[in-house]
């Protein structure tokens, strides 16, 4: 079973950049596709961007569009996303979760999540 652990996190000011990791234990994600999710206080978990386990074919979704980059690394078992151009918005907590089977934009499609990273963006 693969556990993940999302780091990078922290305040930053509107059109700054932040770049979170989610690293991977107890098993690889090499095999697995990864995507990124985010939650605000009293709002549902959302799609951030996924990626295939080779990382050739990437998701995003519109609101993050041309600002973050989702990327993998397998050799080190770790999974990024470069955030940019950051807004007021973005602000919430971002969470990493594998996929056995699919480049999944909905959170039931994923079977193993970290516990989450808060990022906070001061306009």
């Known amino acids: 079973q693969v556990q993940l652990v999302e780091s990078g996190g922290g305040l930053v000011q509107a059109g700054g950049s932040l770049r979170l990791s989610c690293a991977a234990s107890?098993?690889?994600?090499?095999?697995?596709?990864m995507g990124w999710f985010r939650q605000a206080p009293g709002k549902e978990r959302e799609f951030v961007a996924a990626?295939?386990?080779?990382?050739?074919?990437?998701i995003y979704a519109d609101s993050v569009k041309g600002r973050f980059t989702i990327s993998r690394d397998n050799a080190v078992n770790t999974l990024y996303l470069q955030m940019n151009s950051l807004k007021p918005e973005d602000t919430s907590t971002y969470y990493c979760?594998?996929?056995?089977?699919?480049?999944?934009?909905?959170?039931?499609?994923?079977?193993?999540w970290g516990q989450g990273t808060q990022v906070t963006v001061s306009s």
């Open positions: 107890g098993g690889t994600i090499s095999g697995y596709y």
């Open positions: 990626i295939t386990w080779s990382g050739g074919t990437t």
């Open positions: 979760g594998a996929s056995g089977d699919r480049l999944g934009r909905r959170t039931y499609e994923y079977a193993y």
